[in-house]
């Protein structure tokens, strides 16, 4: 995917404003590798399409404990359609006012101006409360693709799981039932370890 027109001419640059001719994406890092998969996620989770060619847009979930993967999809746009008209519009619009008081969108000039493409950067510490992910015992990230690169538009970001319980209380009865059914859809997992993930409201 190309940023810019190769035959715009390039102008040198200090060092301040360097981070203006970076790309905004890389390669989907390690960090947003499927567990599963031992690689990239190549197909979607809900409807098996391919996910690695060029203009395929998709999100990346993957939940810890502590260091271990205890959940991870990557959920193509329209299957996220999908999935958002079987939520409440409450819900979605409650997420979505929560969420933009921290400005995820403008975050990415100064991340980029501070870490580049370095997604270890990126993830270090909660979008919410700003406590080191290191510390967490359960903890989220979320990443926006398009085909084989991760696009750095605000995200990728991490949530610790105090973080996204706070979330998973501005969702109505039907919005999580309709998670829970997911969740354990998709996932079967066993009961000591729905709590942290069940109702995480990633594709709203």
């Known amino acids: 995917m190309a940023e810019r027109d190769d035959n715009e001419p ?3 640059s200090d060092e301040s404003s360097e981070a203006e001719f970076w790309p905004n994406y890389a390669p ?9 998969e ?7 989770t809900l409807c098996d399409e391919t996910l690695l060619e060029d203009g395929t847009q998709y999100l990346i979930h993957k939940a810890f404990h502590r260091e ?3 959940f991870e999809y990557a959920m193509c746009l329209p299957c996220r359609a999908k999935m958002q008209g079987e939520l409440s519009v409450e819900s979605i619009e409650a997420i979505n006012a929560y969420m933009e008081q921290y400005e995820i969108e403008d975050r990415t000039g100064p991340m980029m101006e501070a870490h580049g493409t370095d997604v270890s950067k990126w993830l270090s510490h909660c979008l919410v409360t700003g406590a080191p992910i290191a510390e967490a015992e359960e903890y989220h990230y979320y990443a926006f693709c398009d085909g084989p690169d991760l696009v750095f538009n605000g995200l990728p970001i991490a949530l610790a799981g105090n ?9 109505s009865q039907k919005t ?4 829970d ?10 009961p000591e370890l729905r709590k942290p993930i069940k109702g995480s409201p990633v594709f709203i």
Do not use: T, W, Y
């Open 28 to 36: 989907v890092p390690v960090q947003f590798h499927s567990f599963l």
């Open 163 to 171: 973080a996204d319980e706070e979330l998973n209380e501005l969702l």
């Open 10 to 12: 390039f102008e040198e």
């Open 68 to 70: 271990e993967v205890i």
């Open 176 to 179: 999580r039932d309709r998670l």
């Open 38 to 44: 031992e690689g990239p996620f190549a197909k979607c």
């Open 181 to 190: 059914g997911f969740v354990d859809e998709q996932f079967g997992l066993p």
